[in-house]
């Protein structure tokens, strides 16, 4: 079950709005002319300030806080999207919790499948850290993949190549085509600010005519 929750101006009640597992998107729409092409279908429902959080067995799947986010039954999906502030989604699994950011989310209605795009960044609770333009977590196993460059960092060990499938806490990383590993070179401290100390005077001297 999906929840999505949108916060009302004053005065107005809190809108709930549950889809339900299982939606088969509609028949496509008539065959368009090849010099036309058809118009953008609108949105079944479109939200501001949405917050997703879909439960599977009494325990949370996935949390997601979006600008904006617009269901697409027909299409099977719900996009939510940035318009001042990145999407934030928040991955669970019994390995532990992955929080990420992306300009794009795309959520498949039936599986549940999460698709974050753009400027993805994912963090685990142990400081593990990855970074890449498309990010899929599959429901059904609750793990991550891509087919994009990714870069998975670990304190001061980080590791680059392209297309990856891992766990949800980042803790078993698989990286598939041209791979590099570097250990980066700890951030010296600042020096301490220097501090003048001024001595004993030496005793003055006065001078008579």
Request: hydrophobic share 35%; glycine share 8%; with cysteine.
């Amino acid at each position: 079950m999906t929840v999505m929750r949108r916060p009302m101006r004053r005065g107005s009640a809190i809108l709930t709005c549950v889809l339900l597992a299982g939606l088969v998107p509609a028949g496509l729409p008539p065959a368009w002319g090849a010099d036309s092409s058809p118009p953008p279908v609108p949105p079944d429902v479109t939200l501001r300030q949405t917050h997703m959080i879909e439960t599977r067995g009494g325990s949370k799947l996935w949390e997601l806080w979006a600008d904006r986010a617009e269901v697409r039954e027909r299409e099977g999906i719900s996009v939510l999207t940035r318009v001042q502030r990145p999407v934030e989604v928040v991955l669970y699994s019994s390995q532990g919790i992955l929080r990420c950011t992306a300009t794009r989310v795309t959520i498949d209605l039936t599986t549940k499948d999460v698709q974050m795009d753009g400027g993805v960044v994912g963090r685990s609770e142990d400081g593990a850290e990855l970074r890449t333009e498309m990010l899929r977590w599959v429901a059904a196993t609750r793990r991550i993949q891509t087919d994009q460059p990714v870069t998975v960092s670990r304190g001061r060990w980080q590791s680059r190549g392209r297309g990856l499938e891992a766990e949800t806490d980042l803790e078993q990383v698989r990286i598939f085509q041209n791979i590099t590993s570097d250990l980066r070179s700890p951030v010296a401290p600042p020096p301490p600010a220097a501090t003048q100390r001024s001595g004993p005077r030496a005793p003055g001297r006065s001078s008579s005519p």
